[in-house]
């Protein structure tokens, strides 16, 4: 089984959802079962419906989950492994209090030494401190994994010292509640993040403790770093999966991106089970990679090339599969659904002719609509030809050059600027009587 552990702390950053991705990659081709595990046992933390946007956001890109665990509802479990440590001595009480704890890292930071855990402290302070923690007694040789992204890792004795495992109200820490679980699920492959590198020892050293006969594969992604080369903090923008998917980005074209990033797959489009039947997770570059929004606009204008006329005009809340083919014409200048949304808008909204930039060709303007409304109300043959339809409108307007084409685009763009109208009109001249419209019409 493969699994997905998000807490319920915020919004789901990029970095989660690609290892999310990973794993279920990993788990539809060894024909194993996905697991979403909710990581919700620290209270203080949560934030209410987390869990649900979370399970929202997978489900949109296609991660379907076989199980849904929430970690608090183990704990009862955690405690009676907790209590089995305990009483086999591979774990013990400890009563330091906070500030003696900080006032020996003081002295090591003083003495410029790495402060380490002295086990012998354990029952200094019993006397003043009646709400112990309970620490795993740390490692006794050094321990070694082979990180499928990474390679050979190895952490010596020294750099494992015990640590805690039960907090002083009976809450598992994070390792303590992860390591259980996995062994509890019969996790067999994790993806994560390389800032869970550290964590990966000390829960090996709990399965050791426990004498858990499976070896888990690990692989630890690097990190993302912004356009500027630096981590990706989550307080950008653009590292919310919510932000990303609210701008207009397909789930399909951020999910391409992600796996694509540090990789080097066959074909730089590709849909999610598409990557199944190729993707390697140890072809995954060790270099931090970096986000580039740039390169995801690209990603999201092919995919919607992919998606059918029909298909993208629901995604735009009409019904006409023309409007969808008109806003594909729009992707030579725009990315994302948002911006395609705005030009049908635009060109649909009733044209303001009272605005101050567009005073030179006002008169003008309402002379051509005046024209334009009665040859689509006669429902005139020349309506499906531009050359045709611009003929008879001259004919019947007198108006040519500047004077005739700058209010026949305002007309039909709501703009002074943009596309060949040419281009345009194909796509259009079906949604004539909806698009030529001004504002003070009665």
Known sequence: MLRFAPSPTGDMHIGNLRAAIFNYIIAKQRNEEFLIRIEDTDKERNIKDADREILQILTLFGLLWDKLVYQSANLNYHHQIAHHLLQTGKAFHCYCTTEFLNSKREEAQKQKKAFRYDDSWADLQKDANQQPVLRLRGANEAICFSDEVKGELRFEQQEIESFVILRPDGMPTYNFACAVDDMLYDVSFIVRGEDHTTNTPKQILIHKALDYPKQITFAHLPIILNEEGKKMSKREKSSS??????????????????????????????????????????????????????????????????????????????????????????????????????????????????????????????????????????????????????????????????????????????????????????LIWGFLKDIVQIEDEK
Not at 347 to 368: G, M, T, V
């Open 241 to 426: 999966v919510s932000w990303l998917l609210e701008e207009g980005f397909l789930p399909q074209a951020i999910a391409n991106y992600l796996i694509a990033m540090g990789n080097n797959p066959p074909t730089e489009v590709f849909t999610l089970q598409e990557a199944i039947t190729w993707f390697e997770i140890k072809n995954i570059a060790k270099a931090p990679a970096k986000f580039d929004i740039k390169r995801l606009r690209f990603l999201n204008r092919e995919h919607f090339k992919r998606i059918s006329n029909q298909d993208l005009a629901l995604m735009l809340d009409c019904k006409d599969a023309g409007v969808g083919e008109l806003a594909k014409f729009y992707l030579q200048e725009s990315s994302t659904l948002n911006e395609l949304r705005d030009h049908i808008r635009k060109i649909f909204s009733k044209k303001q002719l009272d605005k101050p930039e567009w005073e030179e060709f006002r008169d003008d303007a309402r002379l051509l609509y005046s024209a334009l409304k009665s040859i689509i109300e006669e429902k005139h043959l020349c309506l499906a030809d531009f050359e045709s339809f611009k003929a008879e409108a001259m004919n019947r307007t007198h108006l040519k050059g500047k004077r005739f084409f700058k209010p026949l685009r305002i007309l039909l763009t709501n703009d002074l600027n943009g596309p060949e109208l040419s281009d345009l009109y194909p």
